[in-house]
């Protein structure tokens, strides 16, 4: 069980490429975000400083903050959606800069926006996400990642996908697009129940939006895997739409990164890996969330089960090269699972 179910797993590689594809899509398109669309002649192909967040190269936005603080909070619950938890998570991010890639939280969407501050404000956790047509974001997609990975059953990475979702956008349309992306990030390939949702593989670049809908996310995701055959030329594609381009690349990097893993040519390649903000940390909290769904019961679960699968999917170290650490307790506690960062900068 767990880890996208047997099918010749567990698959460590495609989980960890989940996450990581996330992240990589989520740093390489900061640079693009609000920009139109690029010609491939001018496709940007390596991570870069500035943007409109004049972020350092590398570095990611909240899509990947949210998705962290998410992945602590299932770790810290074993596995289960504590809404109460995993508000206040966001909240850590939101006010104090936890899980993100400067020390602060220097981007945050709306709907998100709305949902802490109604948990602040004391409102049932249950209840913070928006209602209604205006909160139809891409805002849970870009951060599905550890809701599928940590998953033991098809059915469990639905349950999680929805109900994260449910914390901050509460809207029928993009619960139907939760529910699509997390079956199909399970099992890694398009699913077709779901092909009525997506664009014909045909159809021109061009028409292909790449704004903050969820719609429209979710079919540029899919457009650029299927028009695609490797994870770097899916997320450049995607990025290279411009407008949400983050948000773009982190919804392809999540499904390329499942399909072509950490492994082999077509996987993520090692520049866009090294190059990555807390990479290492990274790598390990996913490794992590396998481990978690790997369990049949919950009640198992304990921060003292050996780690398996790992001998497969270890990349170089360059931890200590790039001045970073990553501090996670063995316990999970909230504080110390937050990266730090130390005194010298990348
Ligand atoms: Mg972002």
Redesign the pocket.
């Known amino acids: 069980m767990g880890i996208f179910e047997n099918d010749g797993g567990p698959h460590y590689g495609q989980g960890a490429g989940m996450l990581l594809g996330l992240a990589v899509g ?1 740093a390489l398109g900061a640079y693009l975000e609000f920009e139109d669309s690029r010609e491939p002649e001018n496709y940007l192909r390596d991570y870069q400083a500035g943007g409109p967040h004049n972020l350092p190269a590398g570095c990611w ?3 990947t903050s949210m998705a962290l603080a998410m992945a602590d909070s299932l770790l810290m619950q074993r596995g289960k959606l504590d809404p109460k938890n995993m508000l206040a998570c966001w909240r850590d991010w939101f006010r104090n800069g936890a899980y993100s890639s400067t020390d602060t939280c220097f ?1 945050i969407g709306m709907t998100c926006q709305q949902a802490i501050q109604r948990f602040e404000a004391g409102v049932d956790p249950e209840e913070c996400g928006t209602t209604g047509k205006w909160a139809s974001g891409n805002g849970a997609l870009m951060r599905m990642a550890p809701a599928v990975i940590s998953a033991y059953r098809v059915e469990e990475a639905v349950e999680l996908a929805i109900g994260q979702t449910k914390l901050t956008h509460n809207n029928p349309e993009v619960l139907m697009y939760s529910e699509a992306f997390a079956k199909e990030l399970w099992h890694g390939k398009p699913l077709p129940e779901y092909d009525h949702l997506r664009l014909p593989k045909d159809t021109p670049r061009q028409n292909v939006m790449s704004g903050g809908y969820v719609k429209e996310s979710y079919q540029c995701a899919w457009w650029c895997v299927q028009n695609t055959d490797s994870f770097e030329e899916a997320v450049v594609t995607a990025v290279n739409r411009g407008h949400d381009a ?2 773009s690349g982190a919804i392809t990097g999540q499904l390329a990164g499942r399909i072509y893993g950490i492994h082999g040519e077509k996987a993520i390649p090692d520049w866009m890996y090294e190059g990555l903000y807390a990479h290492e940390h990274l790598y390990d909290l996913a490794c992590r969330l396998c481990d978690l769904s790997i369990r049949d019961s919950r009640d198992g679960w304990g921060a003292d089960v050996p780690r398996i699968g790992l001998q497969d999917p270890v990349r170089p170290s360059s931890q200590q090269e790039n001045g970073w650490s990553e501090t996670i307790d063995k316990n999970h506690s909230q504080s110390e699972t937050s990266i730090k960062k130390l005194e010298s900068s990348p």
Request: hydrophobic residues 0%; negative net charge.
């Open positions: 989520d936005t909240d899509d981007d983050d948000t």
